[in-house]
């Protein structure tokens, strides 16, 4: 019984120390793994600091990139200002000051078209305006109404219209441009002033440093026309 009960104690024992055994064996080939694994994540590091420093040159590059567009759209605005400002003023939609004359037309006693023996009539209007013109007027007004290309002067009914507007007298014509020339125009020798003087219209002509234009206030109407696109 007792030697029995020896073998049972001998083989517990040697089956510990294999199992110990086996223990330290597995515990070594873990060991071993992370020593594998550490090369490979220093690998990946490698790696990835690569890229990073290939994505951070990237970046400066896009950044450089964006900078220089950011500079040219600026320079875009500008010139894009530039040319609304300049187109703005070939309109007419913009108020102009300069030197110029005044010109004061008004019916000889009498300060309303009716009952006038001798009235300012459009067609005066009209031709001083064309004086002005020819003299060098860039701009021009009637009685606070700027004056363009498509601008009416014309009698309706009793009264005249400019820009559709009914004017009355005393008319006021502002024009910029060179003062003497502008003046010479009308008042020559026989020219207009001195014909609408004799027909008991008091006109007077001041030349001035500064005179103010008013910009064009009514709606532009293109019904028919548009742009030609490619060669006309």
Sequence with gaps: MLRRYLAVVFVS???????????????????????????????ELKALAKERAGLEAEVRDLEEKLSRARLGYAQAEE???????????????????????????????????????????DEDLLKIVNELRAAGAEVLSINGQRLLSTSEIRLAGAYINVNLRRITPPYEIIAIGDPVALRSSLEIKGGLVETLRDWGIDVTVETKDRVIVPAYQGPFRYQYARPVRGPA
Excluded: C, W
Excluded at 16 to 30: D, H
């Design 13 to 43: 024992l040697v089956l510990g120390l294999l199992v110990v055994f086996q223990f330290r064996t597995t515990n070594q080939v873990e060991q071993s793994v992370p020593y594998d694994r550490a090369h490979e994540l220093t690998v």
């Design 79 to 121: 010139a894009i200002k530039a040319e609304v400002k300049d187109a703005s003023i070939l309109a007419g939609v913009t108020p102009m000051v300069g030197p110029g004359v005044r010109v004061l037309l008004s019916n000889r006693g009498t300060t309303t078209p009716q009952g006038a023996i001798f009235a300012v009539r």
